[in-house]
T-cell receptor
């Protein structure tokens, strides 16, 4: 079946540090891949997505590249800010009216 | 972008009572909606798929008689937690893909925090 594995958190970084959150997946077919972010006390928001191999999703300085050969979709940001503190979820979805399959989430804390 | 609302945002109830949570797509029609449950500091677990005009599909281990789902229209799905107990306390989130054909993007409601005393 489909599954998503994320690096365990929490991750604590200083402001302006480089961020990488690893995500690998197992899936049948050719899923779309997503990163969602959940800020404290709020619901999930789509951060970025990629729908096919070698696509790069990007938003708010975050990037992730769909790597089919390594079944990975690692999230990166060159310089994190305190406001990036949140929980980040990697997810995949097959085509059609199918649900998202989420990783366990990685809590990021950025300190000034 | 598309908006999904949930009501109520928070609810506290006594053990043994039933609680209804509404999920609405505000500016698009959704033939399918998904209900997730999130335990503290954990990921979202899919509970069921709500289908307009037909019975919901429940994930393994989810009691369909306890978590009643009704998708009465193309913009509304409801989740009723019947005879709630403290272990049902959780964060419940719905999502919907816009359009009858689905699509890659799903829009999430803000969630409902249920506390059962």
């Amino acid at each position: 079946g489909n599954s998503v594995t994320q690096m365990e958190g929490p991750v604590t970084l200083s402001e302006e540090a480089f961020l990488t959150i690893n995500c690998t997946y197992t899936a049948t077919g050719y899923p779309s891949l997503f990163w969602y972010v959940q800020y404290p006390g709020e619901g999930l928001q789509l951060l970025l997505k990629a729908t096919k191999a070698d696509d790069k999703g990007s938003n708010k300085g975050f990037e992730a590249t769909y790597r089919k050969e390594t079944t990975s979709f690692h999230l990166e940001k060159g310089s994190v800010q305190v406001s990036d503190s949140a929980v980040y979820f990697c997810a995949l979805k097959n085509s059609g009216n199918t649900p998202l399959v989420f990783g366990k989430g990685t809590r990021l804390s950025v300190i000034a | 972008g598309a908006v999904v609302s949930q009501h109520p945002s928070r609810v506290i109830c006594k053990s043994g009572t039933s609680v209804k949570i509404e999920c609405r797509s505000l500016d698009f029609q959704a033939t399918t909606m998904f209900w997730y449950r999130q335990f503290p500091k954990q990921s979202l677990m899919l509970m069921a798929t709500s289908n307009e005009g037909s019975k919901a599909t429940y994930e393994q281990g989810v009691e369909k008689d306890k978590f009643l789902i009704n998708h009465a229209s193309l913009t509304l799905s409801t989740l009723t937690v019947t005879s709630a107990h403290p272990e049902d306390s959780s964060f419940y989130i719905c999502s919907a893909p816009p359009g009858a054909g689905g699509g890659d993007t799903q829009y999430f409601g803000p969630g409902t925090r249920l506390t059962v005393l």
